[in-house]
């Protein structure tokens, strides 16, 4: 190849000393004095248009805040009716509505399997207090409180309802007790 056109294919990596050159680049030398001028007016009339648009927008925030406070709007009600209206824009949605009743069904069958399982479990409570285990059990408590009475010094009572049962066992045992917690009568007995 040749000295100049391997100077125009030839690739060299671009240097930090090649950038500050890129940088130092000064533009306004490529404009002429009557565009520069324009372009300050230009700049002048922006910054005055952004300015005058500054005052115009916190003299209009400060109306809207007078507004507001002569209705009665606060920033509370302002977050409740954004809310509100969030929610209401949220339940109108397909995929909210399809959730909802999902939600609705799994809870009516939960609904459903839960009583199912209270009745099982009643009849099946019903079924063992009639069952010969539960009548012999029910037998076996008569007989141990018509001995505790006898033994207590009550008045012997056969038969009779199960709650009848457990209600004078109770009573019987609770003057087993009190009868149990008598004070000493006499010097003898305090010194045992």
Not at 31 to 55: P, V
Not at 101 to 121: D, F, R
Request: net charge negative; glycine share 6%; hydrophobic share 30%.
């Amino acid at each position: 190849m040749e000295p100049q056109a391997r100077g125009l294919l030839e690739t060299q990596s671009f240097h930090e000393a090649d950038e500050d050159v890129v940088t130092d680049v000064d533009f306004t030398n490529m404009i002429s004095e009557e565009e520069k001028e324009e372009l300050k007016t230009e700049l002048a009339k922006l910054e005055d248009e952004i300015s005058t648009l500054r005052q115009v927008l916190a003299a209009k925030e400060k109306h809207l805040v007078e507004i507001k406070q002569k209705l009665g709007i606060s920033l509370m009600n302002e977050l409740k009716q954004n809310f509100s209206k969030s929610w209401h824009d949220m339940q109108t949605t397909s995929a909210y509505k399809k959730t909802h009743e999902t939600l609705s069904h799994a809870g009516q069958k939960a609904t459903a399997a839960i009583s199912n399982v209270g009745t099982a479990i009643s009849k099946k409570f019903g079924d063992m207090r009639n069952s010969p285990t539960f009548k012999s059990f029910e037998e076996k408590v008569e007989t141990t409180v018509t001995s505790l009475k006898t033994k207590v010094g009550g008045t012997s009572h056969t038969g009779g309802s199960f709650e009848e049962v457990l209600s004078s066992t109770a009573h019987a045992s609770a003057q087993s007790s009190l009868a149990g917690t008598r004070l000493p009568e006499s010097e003898e007995e305090l010194q045992c």
